[in-house]
């Protein structure tokens, strides 16, 4: 186990250098002025300009501003905007809302997901079976910003059930309606993984020999079937855990939720650089952490895995 864990982490540590260096990459090729950006309509004096550019390395050579930033990344420090503003202490600000709304939305696609897949591959053929199917289509066909739009118009405002938008209410009432919206896509997925693993195993040489001693149904399954059903399940959950963290910005934009997310594309359109950098970093390193733990319940769960 410890050697798959050292070739996982040094698998994680290219990717994570590789994706960095490209996001890095991608802010630097941005169009237009940092400084001017700032500034707005009033300039501001050279000598106020030149300090802020030697501050944030804006007139070094691409790859010299990347060692700065990695130089700076390994003592933890995700650097400061061009206001002098720590982007930890942004992230401080935006980091509960993101967190609270991803998992209450990871939380939905376990429970709901797995429940339908179960129920779904239990019931193969029927009525109940063809329920979920068009439901997992229909959700997975509509675009996030209809359902989204969709869910506040009947649910917020017509029927008055959850809050039109903000997180004035706070846990559940502010984030479950959103949290349903985000989760519906990955409900989906997880749900016909789930039920496709459940009826192949179903068939297994094991679950037969479990029901010719006796064994329930209900003991068969939960016991002997699921642990090797939810492997696919689990994979996609942890990389869809990455997801709701980061990819959350058109929902926390419709409802309002002042999120990561958010600070994210409000730090694109004001070019903030430093911003846009360090949230993407402290993205990408809960993704890569998530993409890890997930290798390593797989390795528990199945030991042909980490022997491969």
């Keep these: 186990m410890t050697r798959y864990l050292t070739q996982r982490l040094s698998e994680v540590l290219l990717v994570f250098l590789g994706v960095t260096l490209l996001v890095y990459a991608m802010v630097y090729a941005l169009p237009g002025d940092p400084i001017v950006a700032l500034a707005g309509e009033r300039p501001l004096p050279p000598s106020v300009a030149a300090a802020l550019r030697e ?6 050579p691409f790859l010299v501003q990347y ?26 600000d935006r980091w509960p809302v993101t967190l609270t709304l991803a998992l209450t939305a990871w939380a939905i696609e376990i429970v709901v997901g797995i429940g339908l897949g179960v129920v779904a591959a239990l019931r193969r053929g029927t009525w109940t079976d063809h329920a979920v ?32 938008a903000g997180d004035a209410f706070g846990w559940p009432s502010s984030y479950l309606l959103p949290a349903m919206v985000i989760a519906a896509f990955g409900l989906a997925s997880v749900s016909r993984l789930v039920r496709a ?37 689990v994979t996609y959950l942890a990389v869809d855990l990455g997801y709701l963290l980061g990819g959350t910005v058109i929902v926390e934009g419709i409802f309002n939720l002042p999120g990561m997310a958010l600070l994210l594309f409000e730090a694109i359109k004001g070019h903030e650089g430093p911003t846009v950098v360090g949230v993407s970093t402290a993205l990408i390193l809960v993704f890569l952490a998530s993409s890890v733990l997930v290798d390593l319940l797989n390795g528990l769960m199945d030991p042909r895995i980490r022997h491969d």
């Design 197 to 233: 693993g459940v009826i192949e195993n179903l068939r297994a040489d094991y679950v037969r020999t479990a029901t010719a001693k006796g064994l329930s149904q209900r003991r068969v399954v939960i016991v002997h079937v699921l642990r090797n059903s939810l492997i696919p399940a």
């Design 67 to 92: 060692g700065h930033y990695l130089a700076s990344l390994v003592q933890g420090d995700l650097g400061t905007d061009l206001t002098g503003r720590p982007v930890a202490e942004q992230m401080a």
């Design 133 to 164: 199917l068009a439901f997992t289509i229909a959700a997975v066909s509509v675009p996030v910003f209809v359902l989204g739009y969709t869910a506040q118009i009947v649910f917020g405002v017509k029927l008055k059930l959850f809050p039109v």
């Design 55 to 60: 501050q944030h390395h804006l007139d070094d």
